[in-house]
């Protein structure tokens, strides 16, 4: 991509007019961030306003839309431009990440009714994870369910983990296609650990959907099944009470009884002897731990440790405690470098430490951008100038790779 | 020379087996400095059965037939009330009983099975020994779930302890205990124990600091019909799209999956280590799952010392070791060989050791 500057940005909040604030958008541009109270029930409806609030702008148009996509089925398995029969795949996939998803649609198809000439792509939070072998990614439960329903491991925050590695291929000044890493995308929502072999995803602890793995702000992670079916039952079959319990009301939040935030955690245990606090901590920590160690040797002497996203970059608790007893695997932390950051990256590892441990900022903005990009160049420029079969064999080249 | 009656309910099925011992103080110590082992049990040749569904009266010839000092029942689960071996009395089985709702597939026929053995005039001695008990005292990081805090509130104090245990707690634990005896230098062992279920284990100075299983032998390693870790959005999904209730779900989970759902076949651990091609899909999987939770347990404990492998598919751990143990290693910064052990010992024969141990110990201290 030409540069990787910002020209202008914003974001949409409370949208669907059910809060109990109005909705508003925050627009950064030129002349600096400015916040309007604005009136939209739909996503849709925030689509046209982000447009108005890029109008106002004087700057060149879009050649692209990319838009993020955290769960692409079978149906997506890379990033790429939209055609017109991707449509019904885009209304197969809704379901499959019910909260993510249909607004994601929605907005693709208002952009299509709106501006019919620029074309669209999808950027997906699974594509970096198409790499993780067959063994990493089947359950073992009956085939035929598990091909029936799509029953696989996906892998989510792909996105940030292709970023972080890309970023740090660069800081260490080796080729990417030659770079092992573990990275942790450590998120004040959803949290991951990705083990990356030659710049390519070969496991991430996220599964099927994004509730496997670690302890995160509400989602429960790794649970044993037949607990789960056991809640079930002894709610009395109430399924969307123990999914909501499992999503909603559980990890940090269930832990502690405090915060959904790990922030107000490690606060509270660290200048209190509040026990919960400190057993929630503890908890979330261990897990971690456990899938670094998990990751360390599937990967096996990486070059590098990633910590990224909010915590991941702005705790150095955290890393201090995870990265904590781990000179086995060649892994040791400067307590100064950690606690004293100045600017991304940022390399916090001890001189003798074997493999680097490096903080990225993480932008999945800037990533989704560049990805769009990428297909646009490779497929797009060729939609607008060739036949539709032609482009048609791209689209099966893309899918193979 | 004494006899001791091992049994083993399994199921619908009994195991039994028959063990002699010499519980000589002054004899086992001068063996213990050959050996490392501080008592001897000898299996008594013939007299090993597996019978289905033992029935009172056969119970009674059997103990009358072999008169043994003790008899020992293995019981699958102890939950938090249970944290060691326990001689059987009338407070044990009311706490069985309450225990029965945690562990509604195993306990209620222990407890049958143990009011028929107290019925039985003389009655010998009744020894419980619990598969759960070495994980008692799992680190509270390791055995807590990430889930909301008011869980009887919804959920009725019937759900029990929800927390981790591990389910081999017999093999691990004898296992450390000889490692320990033989004065190999192991203060971290990584456990694998190779049962239909298999379980891997971290055991720090003695103690296990993490295991693969969880509230139930479901969690962790995918076994032989098993599915192991799975994500918990999937049970979600069946409900949601085939309709299933959790009957169903738990029945094909644990009995149509792990390495049978992979191979289309019915097979176990050790046909997948010992098949070449064949099972080659299933045996990548189970390896990888087991490097993974080796990989975690190496986490926790901040390195590794030995891998011990026990399990009555003992017989292709050494295949197994050979195929994991340097990707293990290889995580290592430094290049490192860990030590190695197997342990042959099959399940009753360590119960048989442990309890004529703990009687020795009993005999010395008087």
Redesign the interface.
Known sequence: MPSGEEILGGEVQRIGGRTAESARIVHRGPRGESIRRISVNSYKEAFTEVMKALASESGPSPDIFAHRLVQGGMEFRSNTIIRDDDFESLELVKGLAPIHNPPVVEIIEECRRAYPEIPQAVVLDTAFHSTIPSYAYTYPIPPDVADQLGIRKYGFHGISHQFVTGETAEYLHIPLEELNVVSCHLGSGGASLCAVVGGKSVDNTMGFSPLQGLVMSTRCGDLDPALILKLIAFSGGNYSQVNDLLNKKSGVLGLSGLSSDIRDVISRATKTDDERAQMTLDVYLWRVRKYLGAYLTVVGCPHAIIFTDTIGESVPYVREAVCRNLDFFGVKLDEWKNRNISHYPADISAKDSRVRIIVVKTNEELAIAKNAYERFVSQGRRLSESEKGECLDEQVDCLNS | MSRLIVLIPEGYFIDYFVYSFTPDAEESERDSSKTGETCRVEWTGKIRFRGAGLTSEELRKLISKYSPVAITVRLLYGGEEFKKTQVYDGDVLEKLKSLAVQSPLHIPPAVRLLRTLERIVPTPEIMLFFETAFFANL????R????????PD???E??GD?R?FGYHGIFHGALAGKIRRKGIEARRILSICLEPIPEVAGICDGKPV?VSS???P??GL?GNTT????????????????KW??ET??E???R????T??T?KNVTIADVVRGDREFE??R??L??RL??????????M???DTVAFSGRYIEVAVRLAERIVP??A?????PFLPSLFFMQDSLDKLIAESYCRSRLKAELAY
């Open positions: 680190p509270l990081s390791e807590t779930y990430a889930i909301g805090g008011d869980l919804y959920y009725g019937g759900l929800v981790r993490t969880g509230s139930t479901l969690e995918p599915c192991g870790e799975i994500d918990p959005g999937i049970i979600m999904l069946l409900e949601e799209k085939k209730g959790p779900i738990n094909m989970l644990s149509r999956s792990g390495l759902a992979l289309g899909r299933a990548d999987l390896e990888y490097l993974l939770s080796c990989g975690a347990a190496i986490g926790v901040g390195g590794f990707k293990l290889g995580g290592a910064s430094e």
